[in-house]
């Protein structure tokens, strides 16, 4: 298991709703990254946040959104939530330290379920 | 866009068999390639990577084949194994950052 919590692990939301996961980082790493994985596909990038700064976007709307805190843990909001925002969430953490970068380390992901 | 192919989607394997799943990418600006492993209900684990500077790394059964030229690479599970079976993805990034996965491939190795 790695040092990546993710909660919550399911979530049943209302299309038009708006959504919050949050996301500690393991210990010592300084950057979150957030990925959505729909049923059956690969995970895609949503964004990434390093040292509290959103640090590259992936190919989504502006209803996806996110915040970095001091303490690295992260959130990822999503308003005017859509079916096909319907998929399992991932946050990873990892720490890039000059040239030399430490691995990603996923959390099991958030399961959400827009009807 | 999509920048990592793989294939094939599922494969099915008999116990003790050698799993082969291929990659290719576009971007000749990735620098490492990992390959990850996920169970059901779990986020991907990381398994193996490789840089492109080398064409072959091997870590107990797994090993990875990388072919900078044709920019194709590929994981070989050796002696697979019924507790190998998950779905694997293999991806590619720049500096380990934002990483670009493949659609996955389903392994089921029967004994």
């Known amino acids: 298991e790695t040092g990546v919590t993710q909660s919550p692990t399911h979530l049943i939301k209302t299309r038009g709703q708006q959504v919050t996961l949050r996301c500690s980082s393991q210990?010592?790493?300084?950057?979150v990254s957030w990925y959505q994985q729909a049923l059956g596909q690969g995970p895609q990038f949503i964004f990434q946040?390093?040292?509290?700064?959103?640090?590259g976007r992936g190919n989504f709307p502006p209803r996806f959104s996110g915040l970095q805190f001091p303490n690295y843990s992260s959130e990822l909001n999503v308003n005017a939530l859509e079916l096909d925002d319907s998929a399992l969430y991932l946050c990873?953490?990892?720490?890039?330290?000059?040239?030399?970068?430490?691995?990603?380390?996923f959390g099991q992901g958030t399961r959400l379920t827009v009807v | 866009q999509q920048q990592v192919k793989q294939s094939p989607q599922s494969l099915i394997v008999q116990k003790g068999g050698i799993s082969i799943i291929n990659c290719a990418y576009e971007?000749?600006?990735?620098?490492?390639f990992p390959w990850y492993q996920q169970f059901p209900g779990k986020g991907p684990a990381l398994l193996i990577a490789?840089?492109?500077?080398?064409s072959e790394k091997k870590e107990g059964r797994f090993t990875i084949s990388f072919n900078k030229s044709a920019k194709q690479f590929s994981l070989h599970i050796m002696d697979s194994q019924p507790g190998d079976s998950a779905t694997y993805f293999c991806a590619a990034s720049i500096v380990r950052q934002k990483v670009t996965f493949g659609t996955g491939t389903k392994l089921q190795v029967i004994p």
């Open positions: 490789i840089r492109p500077d080398v």
């Open positions: 990873a953490s990892s720490s890039p330290q000059g040239a030399k970068v430490t691995e990603a380390f």
């Open positions: 946040y390093y040292r509290e700064e959103e640090n």
């Open positions: 971007n000749t600006a990735f620098d490492y």
């Open positions: 210990s010592g790493h300084n950057t």
